[in-house]
């Protein structure tokens, strides 16, 4: 009985066998060509081709070719979803491209460069001055230490734009209800209140997504300082998930939706509908990231409309963008830095404030777009006070879910405020124990 | 006669929930962004608007997706049944010894998850040299298929005729010679059915064409549509734009071959 199985599966073992020996060939031929040829620049991005960035990178894909004859870029526009569950693989393998997009934070660049799949770029960082053009927060998710943690170490990635929360408002509603945009924190509720009288809900929420959780963070930024964000995000120093900060956002964001500033049923509502539901004009307000900016200047036409800062905080949810990264395995490393380096120009990062995304190191004077002036006027707030608090997900893995549920108990009036907090509390701690911290 | 309309109406009903996400997706493919922004997703569009199509069409290349789609589908559908019949006849008709645990075990790998078999055939595909190639998908869904294939159609081949077979014999017809004059051709309707399931369900595979074909020149149809799927935003009237390229092939494909499905299972169903 033991030899017919093993015979078959010889017989299947030699099919496969042949096949792969009639193709072998086949593989080594797709291989990169000899040194000698023309060199090729292997880029890969997943910015769509008329985002910001999709125009700004491909001005410097043109100003590399220019200023580097008898080099050919190879870009090749990429899948999120491709990138998200094959990096580790494709970094290990020949195919790894010379420089790529890639998603910044633990979980992701931090992994790879524990693994050791990406580059050290210290030396290239401080020579050709990238440490000075990028601010102490946007430098958190570039670097990765030993265990892959992000804030401190080694430079593995480089940002080219940045990414905040804001509150964005629908001016025509503003001016019908005769509110002002508001500067502080009780002019913000004020307005609320004024709204939420008029039988108006003032804010547009998506509470099965990351809207909701988003301005839960923004309620503890506002009682927080430095050291709890780095706390909580870095893992210096333990939080107390039971602490003023946490605990208001908790009791706020309950209050809140018993004083109809956020409707009961956002709680199942996704962030496309909330978007979609702020444009076509029935809430006053959102408060979401700078992500929708270009979809909101594109789309909305019936109504002015603009953002502020979330009133009175000076830590918001935000970070630098998605970071420029160089395979250990890259082929052409001297010309990923000069890529990158193009990247980082004035010109570059000009353009890429003027499509409507937020630039790390642009010329204020040179944008001019007013709506886009604005943006990137209240993040350069935003980014010299240091005010960039990553994003409430972060910290551990399968936090996002965590987060969703804890925020729709909230608003579902589901559980209390405190046994929420115990319920957020319990994966961070098992984060923390998992990660020697 | 009531029994016979509640029948039909039940199966109207069934029908129009079954083609309402198409209509949806449609509908939306036809629509401008803007129209949607401001008038959701289940209002009638107010006006054709193709541009989403042709766009999405040239920014991944589709042509080129789709000869990938069809070269990779094509070769498994056309190996793994090759592969199957070869078991199938060692192991239905040629009654191995053991070979009910044989079937097991191709039961066994037929419920293994794709995701536990990404690192192994990953390593296995880079030492071969065929990591990024159509050749070491097609390889690995042949496999894959083909022990389905095994299993379906060893049972088949069980129940084949031995008078048959004998008569072949007599005849002075050897053990290839039977498999290819008498019992591939008696059990075509049935050989049929299984290509075009392999076909479609190579066609639909996004995991490990997704892991597996990096180039963009390598990719497969439901890989590109992937493309659109972006961190935070989604382009809801490209996205349906895709999907509807996406399945017009596979609907395609279904309209020529249904005939041979239909035969191929009522021909099962007599015997």
Same mark, same amino acid.
């Given at each position: 009985m033991f030899t017919m199985r093993t015979g078959a599966a010889a017989l299947a073992a030699t099919v496969m066998l042949a096949a792969l020996a009639a193709c072998g060939g086949d593989g080594q031929e797709g291989a990169e060509p000899a040194a000698s040829g023309p060199r090729t620049l292997k880029l890969w991005h997943y910015e769509s081709a008329d985002g910001a960035m999709g125009k700004a990178w491909a001005e410097a894909i043109k100003q590399f070719e220019a200023t580097h004859p008898g080099v050919k870029v190879q870009f090749e526009e990429k899948a999120f979803e491709q990138i998200r569950q094959s990096a580790g693989m494709i970094l290990n #393998?020949?195919?790894?491209?010379d420089v790529m997009e890639y998603n910044k934070g633990n979980a992701t660049a931090g992994l790879l460069s524990k693994q050791g799949l &990406? $580059? @050290? &770029?210290s030396a290239e960082a401080a020579k050709r001055g990238w440490d000075k053009l990028l601010s102490p927060s946007l430098q958190t998710t570039a670097k990765y230490d030993d265990r892959g943690v992000?804030?401190?170490? !080694?430079?593995?990635g480089i940002p080219n734009y940045a990414e905040y929360v804001m509150v964005y408002y629908n001016k025509d509603l503003f001016e019908k209800h005769k509110v002002e945009v508001p500067t502080t924190f009780e002019q913000f509720t004020a307005a609320m209140d004024t709204f939420a009288k008029a039988g108006v809900t003032p804010l547009a929420v998506?509470?099965?997504?990351y809207p909701a959780q988003q301005i839960f963070y923004q309620l503890a930024l506002s009682k927080a300082q430095r050291p709890w964000v780095n706390g909580f995000q870095l893992y210096k120093g333990k939080v107390d998930f039971h602490g003023p900060e946490f605990t208001y956002a908790a009791e706020t964001t309950a209050d809140w939706v018993k004083k109809g500033?956020?409707? !009961?049923? #956002?709680?199942?509502?996704k962030a496309e509908d909330m978007g979609l539901s702020f444009i076509g004009g029935k809430y006053p307000m959102v408060v979401t990231g700078s992500w929708w900016y270009g979809r909101f200047a594109t789309d909305i036409k019936d109504f002015e409309w603009g953002s502020f800062l979330?009133?009175?905080? $000076?830590?918001?949810a935000g970070s630098s963008g998605n970071i420029w990264v160089v395979p250990?395995?890259? !082929?052409?490393k001297d010309l990923a830095y000069d890529f990158i380096d193009i990247t980082m120009k004035k010109e570059i990062q000009n353009l890429l404030g003027n499509s409507g995304g937020i630039p790390v190191?642009? @010329? *204020?004077?040179?944008? $001019?777009d007013p709506k886009s002036k604005e943006l990137i006027e209240n993040f350069t707030k935003l980014s010299t006070a240091d005010g960039l608090a990553f994003y409430?997900?972060? *910290?551990?893995?399968?936090y996002y879910d965590v987060l969703v549920a804890g925020v729709q108990n909230l608003i579902n009036g589901a559980k209390k405020p405190a046994e929420v907090l115990d319920e957020l509390a319990a994966p961070y701690e098992e984060n923390l124990a998992d990660i020697g911290g | 006669m009531i029994r016979k309309y509640s029948v039909l109406v039940s199966l109207a009903v069934l029908a129009v929930v079954m083609l309402v996400p198409f209509a949806i997706v449609t509908l939306n493919a036809v629509r401008s962004p803007a129209d949607y922004s401001a008038n959701g997703p289940l209002s009638l569009p107010d006006g054709l608007h193709l541009d989403g199509i042709v766009e999405f069409w040239n920014r991944v290349d589709f042509g080129g997706k789709l000869w990938n789609s069809l070269l990779i589908s094509g070769s498994v559908a056309v190996l793994a049944v090759v592969l199957s019949v070869l078991n199938a006849y060692a192991l /239905?008709? /040629?009654? +191995?010894? /053991?070979r009910t645990w044989i079937l097991v075990v191709f039961l066994v790998a037929n419920t293994l998850p794709q995701e536990a078999l990404v690192y192994p055939l990953y390593y296995l595909s880079k030492e071969a040299g065929l990591y990024d190639t159509r050749l070491g998908v097609i390889i690995i869904f042949t496999v894959i298929q083909s022990a389905f294939g095994t299993y379906l159609l060893a049972s088949v081949l069980g129940r084949f005729p031995h008078e048959i077979l004998e008569a072949a014999a007599l005849d002075g017809a050897g053990k290839w010679r039977a498999l290819w004059r008498v019992v591939v051709p008696i059990s075509r309707p049935t050989l049929s059915v299984l290509l075009i399931f392999f076909f479609i369900w190579t066609w639909n595979e996004f995991f490990l064409p997704l892991v597996f074909l990096i180039s963009n020149e390598n990719q497969t149809v439901p890989v590109a549509l992937g +493309?659109?799927?972006g961190d935070k935003m989604m382009d809801a009237t490209m996205s349906s734009a895709s999907a509807l390229l996406g399945i017009l092939p596979a609907v395609v494909f279904f309209l020529i071959f249904q005939r041979t499905l239909t035969r191929g299972v009522t021909v099962g169903a007599i015997k």
């Open positions: #393998s020949d195919e790894a491209p &990406l $580059t @050290d &770029l992000m804030g401190s170490g !080694k430079w593995f998506g509470g099965a997504e500033y956020i409707a !009961k049923d #956002s709680a199942g509502i979330w009133p009175g905080n $000076t830590l918001h250990e395995n890259a !082929k052409n190191a642009a @010329d *204020p004077a040179a944008i $001019t409430p997900d972060w *910290p551990a893995p399968g | /239905g008709i /040629g009654r +191995v010894r /053991g +493309v659109l799927q």
